[in-house]
């Protein structure tokens, strides 16, 4: 049965670089999307949902006005432009600093001198002038449309701009000033469309699909087999979720020990287990993971 087109719930894709991001995350989550001739209106294989693709920060404005329910954008332009909505997941895909960085022969004591007027130039209009109001800086702001980083010495004495690693910022001979604020790719929603009982409902499980990939990337399934008098032992050095899976082996000579790991764990647990009387471990990799 088809929801009323009032409980369908919109949802902006991104298009541009976090695209393919999230549309590999989708179909991990069993979300299949089939793009149409001209490519904007894909149609989705959730059942009362309804796809448009969107420039992240038109998504976010539409989100903001309400034509779209959820979408998915960075925390930088969420900021930026100043739209009430609701974050739902943090994907941590993309993951950039919004820095100040200027010239280092313009820089004292590694900061923006303060004894003379400067130029800024960003994308970011509302956060620089918020930034420099709160630094007290006697700065003209400048509002530049990509390429921020070459507007310094020139054009601008400094600029507010992201970065993942500095390499381009320090291709272009600036050094970071100063942190602003991080950023990364977010599940956003209007508010006003978590009050309607059948769309939130739909939302709460779009989230607990994509959630279960995410969480499933971050961890790996480490399965060992271990002696009865050094189950204990073997335990105290597995990170489960919450409690390890414990079966009898087939002889009932010890037990088959499973638990779902941090990846970032293995290198130290797998010579530890080892150590510690384990055999036979196999480590394989997880499609989902619902806690």
Avoid at 86 to 91: F, H, Q, R
Avoid at 125 to 147: C, D, P, Q
Avoid at 160 to 182: C, F, K, P, W, Y
Wanted: aromatic share 4%.
């Amino acid at each position: 049965m088809v929801p009323p087109s009032d409980n369908l719930v919109k949802l902006a894709l991104p298009k541009g670089r976090m695209q393919q991001r999230v549309f590999d995350l989708l179909s991990d989550a069993g979300v299949e999307l089939t793009l149409s001739s001209r490519g904007y209106r894909p149609r989705v294989s959730l059942e009362g949902f309804d796809a448009k693709i969107l420039k992240p920060q038109n998504a976010l404005e539409m989100l903001h006005a309400g034509t779209r329910d959820i979408g998915f954008g960075g925390a930088d332009w969420v900021r930026e432009l100043d739209v009430n909505l609701v974050e739902l997941l943090d994907l941590g895909f993309d993951p950039v600093r919004l820095v100040a960085a200027a010239p280092a022969e313009l820089l004292e004591d590694g900061r923006l001198p303060t004894n003379r007027p400067l130029v800024i130039a960003s994308e970011y209009e509302r956060i620089t002038r918020a930034w420099i109001a709160k630094t007290g800086l006697n700065a003209e702001f400048v509002l530049s449309r990509g390429a921020t980083e070459v507007f310094p010495p020139d054009d601008a004495d400094c600029i507010v701009d992201v970065t993942q690693s500095g390499d381009t910022l320090r291709a272009n001979g600036l050094s970071i000033v100063t942190e602003i604020m991080r950023s990364t790719t977010r599940l956003w929603a209007n508010p006003r469309s978590l009050e309607n009982p059948v769309k939130r409902d739909a939302i709460e499980r779009f989230v607990l699909l994509l959630r279960s990939v995410l969480d499933a990337r971050g961890r790996v399934m480490v399965e060992v087999n271990v002696e009865k008098d050094k189950l204990e032992s073997v335990i105290a050095v597995l990170p489960s979720m919450r409690r390890p899976t414990i079966s009898m082996l087939g002889d009932e000579s010890g037990y088959a020990v499973k638990v779902a790991a941090p990846r970032e764990t293995l290198a130290k647990v797998i010579p530890e287990i080892r150590a510690r009387g384990g055999t036979d471990i196999v480590v394989t990799e997880i499609a989902r993971l619902v806690p």
